[in-house]
């Protein structure tokens, strides 16, 4: 079974005209280490230093799980695994976590930096050379993108070393706004120059397209509008201006055509089905089975239980309170993101959860025998081969951006530039391509719509082949009901969540209950759910809610997180991560962060 899984993969990631197979793509050592003028002498070897570059993605400490153990509101760490205070927010600069992270995209930046340098140094023998740069380009925005809304200013370095003592990377910090124009440059750049999913030849899947490039701009605008919004300070253009930019790239995106919402959520993070992923995502890492890059994902965030059958170490668990924010019947995006399962020896699964569309949650109903609700997202149960289930070797990609996004994006911009959300059509006439949107209602009411498809079967069992049941599809007024004026779902405890949090306008509503919508869609991928926080400045308020807010199910608090912890312990000044001390003690040009 491994082995056809190779030749399924590779049969999907086949390159044609100028490129190759996918162990060119994915498995090219980096050749960085030679010069410009000696390796980069024509189409193919340019090609080889930039298939080189998503070998450095597949780093732990660049995407994985490795980037995502600080906490936020949804999810603990265990008290045997706090990360040098990552789980309880008393980390300091001298966090090795923190340092690898900050360490690893540099070294993933500074190969982007030579590839691009080789290919401009020999751009008359190189036809394809704005191809390749704009692939290089791309992928460098997406690494400072992380470091800029991780550690603020920081070090701007487009360049490969041209000095052997490193001198010429004892840089100062750069403006967040310069590295943000920087990030912008290079994406509108990708956006003209990269491969495209609608008819180029050299598209593959993993590699860096102009609609990841487009879906990426979309991003970048609302962060800047949104830290614009929070700070009142105004970044290269005002809110308004940035709103009307992500609004318009995330259209761009929707309209090209070639993605949708793959109808089955759980197929985005299940390593059997990742053909399907390719419907959705824009941009992912890339992992084969066998080759030692699977990742580490699904033993981190995983279901909990017998490793050997494809359960995971339980590193990383679900809060109470993240629990209480899916409504009764948002059952297969709950029962998936936080199941309270464990995977037996026998690899049968022991444990309770609601049956899926679940209609009379009650508070009696919910088990508090101490079993710990799993962040369940990247799943390798079932194993395809027990005998084969080394931790890396079941091939689970990282999506890094997904149609999901891209959508949400629209809804949350459109709603910002407009003060409104729009005019309300019923999502039974949208289709998943988002083709038809024409307002924020439209855009979040088709992610919603893709979570009332379910598989057949319990979803913990993932069985294949997948039959899919469209029966609450089209409930739009029970199942996941449609978002439209004065409604925005139901609260966990039953009643309209509009009512039970006193909104005063649509617009509010929607601009709070959008970050729902996202933590719903979201949890557990990238570091977007801390990231959102921060961007509006509410991760202090929301991190110290989880301490305060009592859960309908249960009538009391969070149970499983002992006092003090990161609701104690998180400031304001968490909303930016320390600049690792022993980079400032090597480079005197840097300067600390507040507060550590």
Avoid at 363 to 369: A, M, R, V
Avoid at 393 to 411: H, K, S, T, V
Avoid at 510 to 532: G, H, N, S
Wanted: proline letters at 5%; aromatic letters at 12%; hydrophobic letters at 35%.
């Amino acid at each position: 079974m491994i082995k056809n899984r190779i030749i399924n993969k590779a049969a999907l990631l086949l390159l044609s005209g100028l490129f190759v197979g996918c162990s060119d793509f994915l498995d090219e050592e980096p050749k960085s280490s030679l010069s410009p003028e000696v390796y980069y002498n024509n189409d193919s070897e340019a090609r080889i230093g930039v298939n080189s570059l998503y070998s450095t993605l597949k780093n732990n400490f660049v995407t994985g799980y490795d980037v995502k153990y600080v906490p936020t509101d949804l999810i603990l760490k265990p008290a045997w695994s706090m990360e040098e205070g990552l789980g309880d927010y008393t980390f300091s600069s001298s966090n090795d976590r923190l340092l690898k992270m900050w360490k690893n995209h540099y070294l993933a930046i500074k190969d982007c930096n030579t590839t691009i340098d080789a290919i401009e140094a020999n751009r008359d023998k190189i036809p394809s050379a704005d191809r390749f740069i704009g692939e290089a380009r791309g992928v460098r925005a997406f690494l400072y993108f992380d470091l800029v809304r991780w550690y603020g200013d920081i070090p701007l370095v487009l360049h490969a070393a041209t000095s052997p003592n490193g001198d010429h990377l004892k840089v100062p910090r750069d403006k967040v706004s310069v590295v943000l124009q920087q990030i912008i440059d290079d994406l509108t750049f990708a956006s003209e120059n990269s491969v495209s999913k609608n008819g180029d030849n050299g598209y593959q899947y993993g590699r860096f397209s102009r609609e990841a490039a487009l879906g990426l701009l979309a991003k970048v605008h609302l962060y800047i509008a949104s830290i614009t919004d929070r700070d009142g300070e105004i970044i290269l253009e005002d809110a308004k201006t940035h709103y009307k930019k992500a609004m318009d790239y995330a259209k761009m995106v929707i309209d090209k055509g070639g993605y949708k919402l793959t109808d089955y959520y759980p197929d985005m993070f299940d390593y059997q089905t990742e053909n399907k992923a390719q419907e959705e995502s824009l941009f992912s890492s890339v992992r084969l089975t066998g080759d030692g890059t699977g990742g580490w994902a699904g033993m981190v965030f995983g279901i909990l239980g017998e490793i050997s059958m494809g359960g995971s170490w339980g590193m990383a668990s679900s809060t109470d309170f993240h629990r209480s924010i899916y409504e009764e019947s948002d059952s297969i995006r709950r029962l998936w993101n936080c199941p309270r399962v464990k995977v037996m020896p026998d690899g049968s699964l022991q444990g309770w959860d609601y049956p899926c569309y679940y209609q009379d949650l009650k508070p009696e109903n919910e088990k508090t025998d101490g079993m710990v609700f799993s962040i369940g997202k990247f799943r390798r149960y079932p194993l395809v081969d027990p005998a084969s289930y080394n931790y890396q070797n079941f091939g689970m990609d990282e999506p890094l951006l997904r149609f999901a996004d891209i959508l949400l994006i629209y809804a949350e911009a459109y709603n910002e530039y407009y003060q409104g959300p729009g005019v309300y059509t019923p999502s039974s006439s949208l289709s998943l391509d988002g083709k038809s949107i024409q307002s924020a209602y439209d855009a979040v009411n088709v992610v919603r719509k893709r979570a009332r498809i379910a598989n057949k079967g319990n979803v913990h069992e993932d069985l294949l082949p997948r039959e899919y049941i469209y029966d609450n599809v089209n409930k739009i007024d029970e199942c996941v009901p449609d978002w439209k004026p004065g409604f925005y779902g139901y609260y966990s405890n039953g009643m309209e969540t509009y009512i039970y949090r006193g909104y005063s306008s649509d617009y509010q509503a929607f601009r709070e209950e959008i970050l729902w919508e996202r933590a719903r869609e979201f949890v557990a991928e990238t570091t977007d759910r801390w990231c959102d926080l921060v961007r509006r400045g509410i991760l202090v308020e929301k991190l110290r809610d989880v301490r305060t807010t009592v859960v309908p199910y249960l009538g009391k608090a969070e149970r499983f997180l002992s006092a003090p912890s990161y609701p104690e312990n998180v400031k304001e000044y968490h909303q930016l991560l320390p600049i690792p001390q022993s980079e400032i003690d090597s480079n005197d040009k840097l300067i600390q962060n507040p507060g550590y």
